[in-house]
């Protein structure tokens, strides 16, 4: 039995899409292609985050030290073959969308989820 409890990082993920569907939709009364081509790049980053939350904390306490390690090699490295994956997948499929937006919505979105992860820990 472990007396540290798991943080609630699943809602780091949550507070992402809070603010990035409605973010798209405003955007699509203006431009279609550009609001998917931010929700895509989005959701490329929120997603393999969400997993590597998962599997690094799956386990806790000292005596399962073993498996949260191994969780976390297999969440770092299922973050890096998800996102990778994912953008290919974006490239070969996302012929109307603009690389540019998706790019830019991914990169946006890493120091918001920092931020979200600040602010939910320290509370």
Not at 81 to 109: E, N, P, Y
Request: hydrophobic share 55%; glycine share 8%; proline share 4%.
């Amino acid at each position: 039995m472990t007396t540290i409890s798991t943080p609630p990082l699943y809602k780091v993920a949550l507070y992402q899409l809070l603010i990035l569907l409605p973010f798209c939709g405003i955007v699509a009364g203006f431009d279609k292609i550009l609001a998917s081509s931010i929700l895509v790049g989005g959701l490329i980053q929120i997603g393999p985050q969400a997993w590597f939350a998962h599997q690094a904390f799956k386990y806790t306490g000292a005596r399962q030290v073993d498996k949260v390690v191994r969780a976390i090699y297999w969440g770092e490295s299922g973050k890096v073959v998800l996102t990778a994956a994912l953008f290919v997948t974006t490239f070969i499929l996302g012929k109307q969308l603009d690389f540019l937006a998706v790019f830019s919505a991914f990169t946006v979105m890493i120091p918001i989820q920092w931020f979200i992860t600040v602010r939910i820990l320290n509370s």
